[in-house]
């Protein structure tokens, strides 16, 4: 155990100091498609560890598109049998000048900060916005009908997903970024008080599905869910700590590397006993909403379409876009 332990660390410590490189080198491999790059590391034939960073600017919302990729993506290390973890976390750390494009340019594509270049950017210190709210506002049933059904598509692959998932938190994590955070089997947050974690859907007027209300509570508890949930707390990362949303805070610059030796031990465990262990306790909530997805697919698209919710989330956006920077 403690040797296995031992090669793990060499593996990922290696892996550690080349993440971020943009060549592939002694065996480190990415793919990426237009919203999430994925970077592995590792020997060919040995463990190996997969970084997939969000890059959908402007700030990682989940769209449509983006869920998309992301289960495409996720499938492809499920699928990749040296794959044996996976690190979520943003692309966002790194930045250039920027200038923010004209509020006028209406596109999704425009609203996105551009460098210099005229390249697309996040906006720095975000994981992730959460469900993207335009395709919750607006639209016709059919489209929340799918787009709701590629939400729960997420959550289940993520949350019953056999491979050792953390999540590298390095920026604002509301709602569905938090949803990404709850789904992994270890959650290490930047100390950087400016950014909050958690469920914050009833500061929409909206309310959290019963599946992720369930893995609130086996995260942190009924009485804590209960209270957050309701309040829509967004917690800075020493109450995240406290109330258990996440299991670590450490400093900014310090979010992948240790990620990356957590990561290390977690490896050192068999695979199948750990895996077991994790479908022993996940299983249940799962398959609660597996034998009931067509009914809250029905039951998201006629509660978005509801009058009373377009006007919040019309209220909340029109909030989002006149907030003082
Ligand atoms: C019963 C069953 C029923 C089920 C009932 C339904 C349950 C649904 C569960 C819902 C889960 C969710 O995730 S709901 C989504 C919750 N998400 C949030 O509340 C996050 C809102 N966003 C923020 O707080 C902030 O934007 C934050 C992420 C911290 C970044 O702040 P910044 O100052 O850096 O950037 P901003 O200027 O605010 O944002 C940049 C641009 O991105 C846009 N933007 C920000 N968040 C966005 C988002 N989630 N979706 C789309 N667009 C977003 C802004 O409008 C801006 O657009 P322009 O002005 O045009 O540039």
């Not at 966002?92 to 200038?99: A, E, F, I, P, V």
């Not at 309310?207 to 967004?234: C, M, S």
Request: glycine share 6%.
């Amino acid at each position: 155990m403690a040797m296995a332990l031992r090669a793990a660390s060499r593996v990922l410590l290696r892996a550690g100091s080349r993440l971020g490189r943009r060549e592939a080198v002694d065996g480190a491999r990415r793919f990426a498609n237009k919203r999430v790059l994925v970077e592995t590391e590792g020997a060919a034939g040995a463990t190996r560890i997969a970084v997939m960073k969000f890059r959908n600017p402007p700030v990682n919302s989940l769209s449509l598109d983006f869920l998309t990729e992301f289960v495409i993506s996720l499938e492809k290390l499920e699928n990749d049998k040296s794959i044996r973890g996976v690190i979520l976390t943003s692309d966002s750390l790194k930045r250039g000048n920027q200038t923010k494009v004209a509020a006028t340019e209406k596109t999704e594509e425009k609203r996105a900060t551009r460098d210099h270049g005229g390249r697309l950017q996040e906006r720095p210190g975000i994981f992730s916005a959460g469900l993207d709210l335009l395709e919750m506002y607006g639209r016709n049933p059919a489209h929340y009908a799918e787009y709701w059904k590629a939400v729960q598509e997420l959550w289940l692959r993520l949350y019953l997903s056999s491979l050792t998932l953390m999540s590298a938190i390095n920026g604002a994590s509301p709602a569905g970024g938090c949803l990404l955070a709850i789904t992994c089997d270890y959650r290490i947050m930047a100390d950087n008080p400016k950014y909050t974690i958690g469920l914050n859907e009833s500061l929409l007027g909206i309310v959290a599905p019963f599946w992720l209300k369930d893995n609130y509570v086996n995260t942190i508890g009924h009485r804590a869910a209960e209270r957050a949930l309701q309040l829509g707390t967004l917690f800075p990362p020493a109450e995240a700590l406290k109330v258990g949303v996440v299991d670590e805070v450490v400093p900014e610059d310090q979010v992948h590397s240790k990620t990356l030796s957590v990561m290390a031990k977690w490896l050192a465990i068999p695979d199948h006993s750990r895996q077991l262990t994790k479908t022993m306790m996940r299983k249940a909530t799962a398959d609660n909403l597996i034998k009931q997805r067509e009914a809250d697919i029905q039951n998201f698209a006629s509660f978005i379409s509801r009058d009373s919710i377009q006007k919040s989330l019309h209220m909340y956006l029109e909030k989002l876009k006149h907030k003082k920077g």
